[in-house]
């Protein structure tokens, strides 16, 4: 649910930093709500909640999104009508130093230029709450460690001259959905080199293999238990596996088809 609520939540985004110069508070509030409702069921969900769905989901709810929206344009209204929006999940590809033919990919969520930056606007749900100013300390602070964000440091910076990478944290909350804060992160250039060597290196490692190593540190995480644990819990070895695994199936991953991410090296060369 936090993942179906967050891409939700991106959808509402998306319309919101691409419609502000366009509509009032409240009517950009009801289209963005319109666009977490369409990708919401597109999910696979029902906007008709009943009682036990409500108490299932918690604050990940479209009421609660709703809610949380009209504080989001309310508190974010200057920077909304005052910014140039120059790219909406824009995908990009750059390449990897020492490295053939590998590219590290991604989507930025929003390209902006305000107050005379380039900046990577990067939005997130979370629903660490804290009493005193909403967001938890160790929340905030552990984005300026997150591989994630270097990377789009290092490709928004290739690709627009990024600045900085501005996390958009939004608090999902039963009864508090007015918690809103901009964490900017940036890192000079020799933080950026380390965690390029860093993920040359785990790319090294994983193509040797030709698989992913065994992490029980990960096998529980966050959001639930790794989705293999069934087959690491009953084969010593999973590349030799023979066949797919009963309950499993094969889905080609494919990002530079699915971002068309061709055209933009092509484009590049």
Known sequence: MPLIFGSCWHSAMDTVWGNANSFNQTDLRKFATLKFLEKWEEEGMSAELTLEDIEKLEARTPSVAEEMLAHYIEQRWQILTHCEVVAIEQPFAVPLPGLTDTWYVGKLDKVIKYNGQ??????????????????KTAYIESWDSHGQIKGYEYGGSLYYGADQVWVDAALVHKKVHDKFRFIPVSHQRGMLDEWITGTVDWITKIESDKLFSKNEESCFRKFGPCEFLDICRHCPEPKNLEGVPEGYKVEPWSPFETLGLDKLINAGE
């Open 118 to 135: 380039t900046l990577i606007i990067e939005h997130k749900t979370t629903s660490d709450y804290k009493v005193d100013g909403g967001f």
